[in-house]
Protein backbone atom coordinates (compact mmCIF):
# COMPACT_ATOMS: atom_id res chain seq x y z
CA UNK A 1 0.00 0.00 0.00
CA UNK A 2 1.07 3.48 -0.95
CA UNK A 3 0.99 6.24 1.61
CA UNK A 4 3.02 7.78 4.24
CA UNK A 5 4.09 6.52 7.55
CA UNK A 6 5.10 8.52 10.77
CA UNK A 7 6.71 7.89 13.73
CA UNK A 8 6.21 7.56 16.28
CA UNK A 9 2.39 8.71 17.11
CA UNK A 10 3.13 9.85 20.36
CA UNK A 11 6.17 11.50 21.49
CA UNK A 12 6.89 13.18 25.20
CA UNK A 13 9.87 14.68 25.80
CA UNK A 14 11.66 17.32 28.73
CA UNK A 15 11.90 21.21 28.15
CA UNK A 16 15.37 21.60 26.55
CA UNK A 17 15.42 18.36 24.78
CA UNK A 18 16.10 18.11 20.83
CA UNK A 19 13.47 15.65 19.15
CA UNK A 20 13.22 14.46 15.75
CA UNK A 21 10.13 13.20 14.17
CA UNK A 22 10.29 10.98 10.99
CA UNK A 23 8.30 10.76 8.22
CA UNK A 24 8.56 8.30 5.08
CA UNK A 25 6.62 8.23 1.86
CA UNK A 26 6.55 5.77 -0.65
CA UNK A 27 4.44 7.54 -3.60
CA UNK A 28 7.59 8.90 -5.33
CA UNK A 29 6.39 12.48 -4.88
CA UNK A 30 8.84 14.92 -4.93
CA UNK A 31 7.27 17.70 -2.66
CA UNK A 32 6.94 17.30 1.33
CA UNK A 33 6.28 19.53 3.63
CA UNK A 34 5.35 19.54 7.51
CA UNK A 35 2.41 21.29 9.00
CA UNK A 36 1.82 21.91 12.76
CA UNK A 37 -1.85 21.67 13.88
CA UNK A 38 -3.31 23.65 16.91
CA UNK A 39 -7.08 23.83 17.48
CA UNK A 40 -8.80 26.23 16.21
CA UNK A 41 -5.74 27.23 13.93
CA UNK A 42 -6.03 24.87 11.06
CA UNK A 43 -2.71 23.60 9.79
CA UNK A 44 0.43 26.20 9.86
CA UNK A 45 3.29 25.13 7.29
CA UNK A 46 6.59 24.63 8.87
CA UNK A 47 9.02 23.72 6.27
CA UNK A 48 8.56 21.96 2.82
CA UNK A 49 10.77 20.59 -0.13
CA UNK A 50 10.42 20.50 -3.46
CA UNK A 51 12.82 18.27 -4.10
CA UNK A 52 15.51 16.23 -2.94
CA UNK A 53 18.71 18.28 -0.98
CA UNK A 54 16.52 21.51 -0.98
CA UNK A 55 13.99 22.76 1.48
CA UNK A 56 12.29 25.89 2.32
CA UNK A 57 11.12 27.67 5.14
CA UNK A 58 7.02 28.14 6.08
CA UNK A 59 5.56 30.27 7.69
CA UNK A 60 6.48 29.09 11.38
CA UNK A 61 9.70 27.55 10.66
CA UNK A 62 11.43 28.99 13.62
CA UNK A 63 12.58 26.42 16.41
CA UNK A 64 12.35 23.54 13.68
CA UNK A 65 15.13 22.48 11.26
CA UNK A 66 14.57 19.54 8.46
CA UNK A 67 16.34 17.66 5.80
CA UNK A 68 15.61 16.20 2.81
CA UNK A 69 18.81 13.72 2.16
CA UNK A 70 16.38 11.15 0.19
CA UNK A 71 13.18 11.12 -1.58
CA UNK A 72 11.42 9.03 0.68
CA UNK A 73 12.21 10.77 3.83
CA UNK A 74 11.58 14.25 5.46
CA UNK A 75 12.47 13.95 8.97
CA UNK A 76 11.77 17.46 11.22
CA UNK A 77 13.46 18.30 14.33
CA UNK A 78 11.64 20.09 16.71
CA UNK A 79 14.83 21.95 18.60
CA UNK A 80 14.87 23.49 21.96
CA UNK A 81 14.30 27.25 20.56
CA UNK A 82 10.71 26.24 19.68
CA UNK A 83 9.07 28.01 22.24
CA UNK A 84 5.71 26.25 22.44
CA UNK A 85 6.69 22.53 20.52
CA UNK A 86 3.52 20.60 22.12
CA UNK A 87 1.33 20.22 19.34
CA UNK A 88 0.03 17.94 16.91
CA UNK A 89 2.73 17.82 13.74
CA UNK A 90 1.60 16.51 10.26
CA UNK A 91 3.74 15.31 7.57
CA UNK A 92 2.02 15.46 3.71
CA UNK A 93 2.93 15.06 0.55
CA UNK A 94 2.69 15.62 -3.37
CA UNK A 95 3.60 15.46 -6.70
CA UNK A 96 4.01 18.83 -7.08
CA UNK A 97 3.76 21.73 -4.86
CA UNK A 98 0.44 22.64 -6.82
CA UNK A 99 -1.09 19.66 -6.71
CA UNK A 100 -3.47 17.50 -3.49
CA UNK A 101 -1.92 16.76 -0.71
CA UNK A 102 -1.52 13.09 1.06
CA UNK A 103 -1.42 13.44 4.69
CA UNK A 104 0.39 11.32 7.26
CA UNK A 105 -1.61 10.28 10.32
CA UNK A 106 0.40 12.28 12.51
CA UNK A 107 3.00 12.58 15.83
CA UNK A 108 1.30 13.69 18.76
CA UNK A 109 4.38 15.86 20.42
CA UNK A 110 4.32 16.57 24.10
CA UNK A 111 7.01 18.60 25.69
CA UNK A 112 6.78 18.83 29.70
CA UNK B 1 0.39 36.92 1.43
CA UNK B 2 -2.94 34.90 0.83
CA UNK B 3 -5.34 34.45 3.48
CA UNK B 4 -7.95 32.08 3.99
CA UNK B 5 -11.29 32.41 6.20
CA UNK B 6 -13.73 29.79 6.74
CA UNK B 7 -16.18 31.94 8.53
CA UNK B 8 -18.38 28.76 10.25
CA UNK B 9 -15.81 27.16 12.84
CA UNK B 10 -18.24 25.39 14.64
CA UNK B 11 -21.81 24.13 12.72
CA UNK B 12 -24.00 21.18 14.65
CA UNK B 13 -26.78 19.95 12.52
CA UNK B 14 -29.30 16.98 12.40
CA UNK B 15 -29.52 14.37 10.30
CA UNK B 16 -31.02 15.06 6.67
CA UNK B 17 -30.34 18.82 6.92
CA UNK B 18 -28.57 20.39 4.46
CA UNK B 19 -24.70 22.03 4.77
CA UNK B 20 -22.51 24.30 3.73
CA UNK B 21 -19.54 26.04 4.50
CA UNK B 22 -18.08 29.19 3.11
CA UNK B 23 -14.28 29.50 2.23
CA UNK B 24 -13.14 33.04 0.75
CA UNK B 25 -9.58 33.92 0.36
CA UNK B 26 -7.89 37.25 -0.70
CA UNK B 27 -5.86 36.36 -3.99
CA UNK B 28 -6.78 35.02 -6.61
CA UNK B 29 -3.59 34.71 -9.41
CA UNK B 30 -3.87 30.78 -9.56
CA UNK B 31 -6.81 28.86 -8.85
CA UNK B 32 -6.04 24.92 -7.58
CA UNK B 33 -8.90 25.21 -4.64
CA UNK B 34 -9.17 22.13 -2.04
CA UNK B 35 -11.49 21.00 0.45
CA UNK B 36 -9.96 18.00 2.96
CA UNK B 37 -11.48 16.22 5.63
CA UNK B 38 -10.85 14.81 8.99
CA UNK B 39 -13.13 12.18 10.15
CA UNK B 40 -12.29 11.43 13.90
CA UNK B 41 -9.13 9.26 14.10
CA UNK B 42 -8.33 9.08 10.74
CA UNK B 43 -6.02 10.84 8.15
CA UNK B 44 -6.38 14.32 6.71
CA UNK B 45 -7.86 13.56 3.35
CA UNK B 46 -8.76 14.75 0.35
CA UNK B 47 -12.61 15.91 -0.14
CA UNK B 48 -12.86 17.52 -3.38
CA UNK B 49 -10.81 19.77 -5.81
CA UNK B 50 -10.97 22.67 -8.34
CA UNK B 51 -8.00 23.15 -11.34
CA UNK B 52 -10.36 23.81 -14.08
CA UNK B 53 -13.24 23.97 -16.34
CA UNK B 54 -16.59 23.43 -14.71
CA UNK B 55 -16.68 25.53 -11.30
CA UNK B 56 -19.26 22.77 -9.77
CA UNK B 57 -16.99 20.16 -8.75
CA UNK B 58 -18.35 17.03 -7.29
CA UNK B 59 -16.28 15.23 -4.47
CA UNK B 60 -16.88 11.95 -2.82
CA UNK B 61 -19.79 11.25 -0.30
CA UNK B 62 -22.09 13.33 -2.29
CA UNK B 63 -20.34 16.56 -1.27
CA UNK B 64 -20.02 19.54 -3.84
CA UNK B 65 -18.81 22.71 -4.21
CA UNK B 66 -18.82 25.56 -6.39
CA UNK B 67 -15.99 27.96 -7.25
CA UNK B 68 -17.10 31.84 -7.78
CA UNK B 69 -14.23 33.80 -9.24
CA UNK B 70 -15.53 36.96 -8.47
CA UNK B 71 -16.58 36.20 -5.02
CA UNK B 72 -12.82 34.79 -4.37
CA UNK B 73 -15.32 32.20 -2.80
CA UNK B 74 -15.40 27.90 -2.56
CA UNK B 75 -18.26 26.88 -0.63
CA UNK B 76 -18.77 23.72 0.01
CA UNK B 77 -22.21 21.89 0.19
CA UNK B 78 -23.98 19.11 1.03
CA UNK B 79 -27.75 18.69 0.50
CA UNK B 80 -28.22 16.40 3.28
CA UNK B 81 -25.67 15.24 5.68
CA UNK B 82 -25.41 11.83 7.60
CA UNK B 83 -23.93 11.48 10.91
CA UNK B 84 -20.60 10.08 9.26
CA UNK B 85 -19.97 13.36 8.01
CA UNK B 86 -19.09 14.46 11.71
CA UNK B 87 -15.46 15.50 10.72
CA UNK B 88 -13.26 18.57 10.59
CA UNK B 89 -13.22 20.51 7.32
CA UNK B 90 -10.96 22.82 5.67
CA UNK B 91 -10.50 24.84 2.58
CA UNK B 92 -6.80 25.09 0.81
CA UNK B 93 -6.09 27.72 -1.50
CA UNK B 94 -2.58 28.37 -3.39
CA UNK B 95 -0.35 31.09 -1.90
CA UNK B 96 0.62 34.54 -3.34
CA UNK B 97 3.70 36.40 -4.33
CA UNK B 98 4.44 33.27 -6.47
CA UNK B 99 4.01 30.44 -3.64
CA UNK B 100 1.84 27.99 -4.64
CA UNK B 101 2.08 25.95 -1.54
CA UNK B 102 -1.57 25.54 -0.46
CA UNK B 103 -2.54 28.04 2.72
CA UNK B 104 -4.94 26.14 4.73
CA UNK B 105 -8.36 27.52 6.66
CA UNK B 106 -8.23 27.38 10.04
CA UNK B 107 -11.16 24.41 9.78
CA UNK B 108 -14.85 24.20 10.72
CA UNK B 109 -15.94 21.69 12.96
CA UNK B 110 -19.03 19.88 11.82
CA UNK B 111 -21.11 17.71 14.19
CA UNK B 112 -24.11 15.75 13.04
CA UNK B 113 -26.53 14.35 15.10
CA UNK B 114 -28.48 10.83 14.41
Known amino acids: DGGITQSPKYLFRKEGQNVTLSCEQNLNHDAMYWYRQDPGQGLRLIYYSQIVNDFQKGDIAEGYSVSREKKESFPLTVTSAQKNPTAFYLC???????????FGPGTRLTVT | AQSVSQHNHHVILSEAASLELGCNYSYGGTVNLFWYVQYPGQHLQLLLK??????LVKGIKGFEAEFIKSKFSFNLRKPSVQWSDTAEYFC????????????FGRGTSLIVHP
Open chain 2, 50 to 55: YFSGDP
Open chain 2, 92 to 103: AVPGSGGSYIPT
Open chain 1, 92 to 102: ASSTTIMGEQY
